[in-house]
């Protein structure tokens, strides 16, 4: 599931501006899950986990900033689209991005206790499904680990 062989560096660039959002969220004391998607090689929309802030447990990073992004391109499909992501997204956020036909994913850390993108389950690939993301892991993956190793050490 690791990244195989050169990583462009943009996607570097993009996963840094993720683990920004990730940072946020845990300032403001949610899970540091970060998300922002790329369209044309932009950012045009940006999210973080809010589900302390909103008492919303869908108010995850991707789930914002899919929002987001549809309402950038007044559009309800995403299939030109990248998303960079710290997390491996749960399955409702998985399932979101085949329902809004999201071109790619690159994901930092996987979640073997809830990732949906390979890890625990296969949603954002499964070929039963209508329409599949191609999904990328390991793009600064230790910097996404450590931020939540650290977060969940200071709640303790």
């Not at 995403?78 to 710290?86: A, D, H, I």
């Not at 190793?149 to 303790?156: A, E, L, Y």
Request: net charge neutral; aromatic share 8%; with cysteine.
């Amino acid at each position: 599931m690791k990244e195989q062989g050169l990583v462009d560096p943009l996607h570097y660039r993009f996963m840094e501006q993720a683990l920004k959002e990730a940072r946020s969220a845990a300032q403001m004391g949610e899970v540091p899950v970060g998300a922002v998607i790329v369209y044309r090689n932009r950012i045009i929309a940006r999210g973080h986990n809010q589900v302390e802030l909103l008492k919303d447990p869908t108010a995850h990073a991707e789930m914002i900033a899919f929002t987001a992004a549809f309402e950038h391109l007044g559009e309800k499909y995403l299939n030109e689209c990248r998303l960079y992501v710290t997390l491996e997204p749960c399955p409702m956020c998985a399932g979101a991005a085949v329902w809004s036909k999201l071109g790619s994913m690159i994901i930092a850390a996987q979640d073997d206790k809830a990732g949906a993108c390979g890890s625990l389950y296969n949603i954002a690939s499964n070929h039963q499904l209508n329409h599949r993301v191609n999904v990328s892991f390991g793009v600064m993956e230790n910097e996404s680990e450590e931020l939540l190793r650290s977060f969940f050490k200071n709640r303790r």
